[in-house]
């Protein structure tokens, strides 16, 4: 198995559900992302990690917990979410931080009722 | 600040027709890298290229290629002969050497229907 994958790939969830999304990288990369794609949004960026170290929070509500346990695997833990959050989720690695290509998962498409 | 520019929403093409994606950039660094990456139905988003802001060569893949000018900030992708399967979103991205904005930024995408 090659790439990135991300699981589920759909989720539909009430506003006060626990769910988690997970991602996972077999490219041997060190670097990880989270990425919300919204319509007629542009791409934003939530979190990254470097080494399993959390490098970047832009602003996201805490109800996005993210989870590093090791350079292979990522983690998005979601409470009490709101409908606008409902989105496309990303995942991306990459061989290290930022300036190196991104290699993107498939994504979860998830749904707050 | 860094911004990517992607001023076609939408393009439809007939099959086998050529397509032109434009890509216009702002940046204050002069070391930076370009991505274009492919997003069809299926959600992931796919690496196409990269190309550092010290090679301005064009770069022909199959029938895939990349006029880059620095001269205009521009970085567009054409595709010839057009298939069916390269209806997708198609993203242009802008990210800075270390010591500046490294994140990706990306641009607001392209939809391109190839009409059969």
């Known amino acids: 198995e090659t790439g990135v994958t991300q699981t589920p790939r759909h989720l539909v969830m009430g506003m006060t559900n626990k769910k988690s999304l997970k991602c996972e990288q077999h490219?041997?990369?060190?670097?990880m992302y989270w990425y919300k794609q919204s319509a007629k949004k542009p791409l934003e960026l939530m979190f990254v990690?470097?080494?399993?170290?959390?490098?970047e929070n832009n602003s996201v509500p805490s109800r996005f917990s993210p989870e590093c346990p090791n350079s292979s695997h990522l983690f998005l833990h979601l409470h009490t979410l709101q409908p606008e959050d409902s989105a496309l989720y990303l995942c991306?690695?990459?061989?290290?931080?930022?300036?190196?290509?991104?290699?993107f998962g498939p994504g979860t498409r998830l749904t707050v009722l | 600040a860094q911004k990517v520019t992607q001023a076609q929403t939408e393009i439809s093409v007939v099959e086998k027709e050529d397509v032109t994606l434009d890509c216009v950039y702002e940046?204050?660094?002069?070391?930076?890298?370009l991505f274009w990456y492919k997003q069809p139905p299926s959600g992931e988003l796919v690496f196409l290229i990269r190309?550092?802001?010290?090679?301005?060569q064009n770069e022909i893949s199959g029938r895939y290629s990349w006029n880059f000018q620095k001269s205009t900030s521009s970085f567009n992708f054409t595709i010839t002969a057009s298939q069916v399967v390269d209806s997708a979103v198609y993203f242009c991205a802008l990210s800075e050497a270390p010591g500046g904005n490294e994140k990706l930024t990306f641009g607001t995408g392209t939809r391109l229907t190839i009409i059969p």
């Open positions: 991306a690695s990459s061989q290290r931080l930022f300036s190196d290509t991104q290699y």
């Open positions: 190309r550092n802001s010290f090679d301005e």
């Open positions: 490219l041997g990369h060190n670097a």
């Open positions: 940046t204050r660094d002069t070391t930076y890298y």
């Open positions: 990690y470097s080494l399993e170290e959390r490098v």
